[in-house]
């Protein structure tokens, strides 16, 4: 009775899960069109053998195996590594293996028909595919189980321990506080901008962003950039975690931003301790996703953190806007540094999440999350959709809608069958504030950000969190790194702070 024949069985599953994700990687970059149909086979035959290796035979016994192993467990990761597999298996054994297969399937092709709907501004095209896939999410939402509402089980797959119910306040708060934060934003004078849509060439703009992203501590002999249509970024152990990014020539903060966002989700995969690749605390069992990283809030923390808290500072663009104008002397010769801080920071509602300013982010994620959780609970048609969204964004940012593909088909997310994700966004603003806040009462991290350099920042981010990959809860260490729970506190210090420096 060994621990290693439970780390073999394990390891299996991880093999074939980073397999899927290098053909979803492929998919979404560089797959022509006419391979969607085997591609969706292919990756859901594989998501299959996944799923009948974590909950066969085979594993069941070595868990017991390891359970009753007398070897050595100095630190307490083997228990709880055999522990934390017999939870997620569990849990994975209770949606059935047809749903999973179905739901595969599905993905891949709902992701070529949204990419051709978004294209050609056609809801009406992709309606059925997200009609067939909501079918889906709430069977498994059946499956795994819930006691207050069925969008508790989607959510808690990607966010451990959250509820609808628990959402719902946390929301509140941030309405409350971002509310006059935006009312005192409206009001300051108007900021220059036009200069970012000026005619910036996209390999120029990529060349800048991969200098910065490398020195804030994306490894690129661990990785590359490619583009997408939806920037992403997905890993196949920490040796090789791939970015994507999306650049317009005629609005530079795009392109810059999505990379460094993506890098921050790089550099956490990058980090995790290489004792856990191959193993469960690399991987998602319940969704059967390769992936190091705690939770999906806890990693859109560390992206949130490295695009607003680092890479939209005063500071930073004190010290490398230099750079920026020499790659672009023409576009960027009449501007200051000061005057491009305020360009990418200006309050500026926009009908595109990724593209919105802070201040307004959080509006994009609420509204997604209601909609979500009203289409699982079947409280709103899909047929409805675009009026409702159209109706949210008059309410919330004040925008009107003029198409679907500015509007309901801009994400990614639900062609992806990603129901229950769309809050860690806002999670990761909230953990991104409370980490950074952190982090920079060391004063080698302060220093290093005050002179350019990120090494310090990062090797404090790879302690605090990166390492442990999934062996502790997203809690525990956010709590044990900041010392106190999620709060949304450091979070509206930081966005009051920001609206501050711009009247200033």
Request: proline content about 5%.
């Amino acid at each position: 009775m060994t621990f290693s024949a439970f780390e073999a069985e394990i390891a299996k599953v991880n093999d074939i899960l980073c397999a899927v994700n290098l053909l979803t990687w492929d998919s979404r970059t560089m797959m022509p069109p006419c391979g969607v149909e085997a591609r969706a086979k292919q990756i859901a035959t594989l998501t299959g053998l996944a799923r009948d290796l974590a909950t066969g035979e085979a594993m069941l016994r070595a868990i017991e195996d390891a359970r009753r192993s007398d070897e050595p467990d100095p630190d307490g990761l083997r228990a709880k590594a055999v522990a934390e597999a017999a939870r997620q298996i569990g849990i994975l054994a209770r949606i059935p293996a047809k749903l999973v297969a179905e739901a595969t399937e599905l993905k891949t092709n709902a992701q070529a028909a949204w990419v051709e709907a978004r294209a050609e501004n056609d809801f009406a095209g992709f309606a059925p595919w997200l009609e067939r896939t909501l079918d889906l999410q709430r069977e498994t939402a059946a499956a795994i189980g819930y006691t207050e509402h069925p969008y508790d089980a989607l959510v808690s797959s990607y966010e451990p321990d959250m509820t609808w119910a628990r959402l719902r306040p946390l929301y509140d708060a941030l309405k409350a506080a971002l509310l006059p934060l935006n009312e005192a934003a409206r009001s300051l004078p108007p900021i220059r901008m036009d200069f970012l849509e000026r005619a910036f060439p996209v390999d120029k703009q990529r060349a800048f962003a991969v200098t910065m992203a490398r020195r804030m501590g994306y490894d690129f002999d661990r990785g590359r950039l490619d583009d997408t249509v939806h920037p992403f970024e997905i890993s196949f152990t920490r040796a090789d975690v791939r970015i994507t990014g999306r650049f317009r020539e005629t609005w530079l903060p795009v392109g810059l931003f999505s990379v460094w966002h993506e890098a921050g989700h790089g550099i956490y995969e990058q980090g995790v301790d290489p004792r856990f690749t191959r193993s469960i605390f690399a991987m998602d069992l319940i969704n059967l996703y390769a992936v190091g990283g705690a939770s999906f809030g806890l990693h859109e923390s560390q992206s949130r953190l490295l695009e607003n808290r680092v890479g939209r500072s005063r500071r930073f663009w004190e010290l490398h806007f230099g750079e920026l104008r020499a790659v672009f002397p023409d576009q960027l010769g009449d501007v200051s540094a000061h005057e491009f801080w305020r360009a990418v920071n200006a309050p500026r509602p926009s009908l595109v999440r990724v593209e919105a300013d802070e201040l307004t982010y959080d509006a994009h994620i609420i509204l997604r999350s209601e909609i979500e959780a009203g289409l699982i609970a079947g409280e709103i048609r899909v047929a409805d959709l675009p009026a409702i969204w159209a109706e949210k964004m008059k309410g919330y940012l004040g925008l009107d809608v003029p198409s679907d593909t500015l509007g309901v088909l801009q994400d990614v997310h639900w062609s992806s069958g990603m129901m229950g994700s769309f809050p860690t966004y806002t999670i990761g603003n909230i953990m991104g504030a409370q980490l950074y806040r952190a982090a920079c009462a060391d004063a080698a991290v302060a220093g290093g950000l005050d002179r350019g350099d990120y090494a310090p920042l990062t090797a404090w981010l790879g302690t605090h969190v990166h390492r442990h990959g999934r062996s502790l809860t997203p809690a525990d260490i956010l709590r044990a790194a900041t010392g106190k729970p999620l709060a949304v506190d450091d979070y509206v210090a930081a966005l009051r702070a920001k609206v501050t420096d711009l009247a200033a």
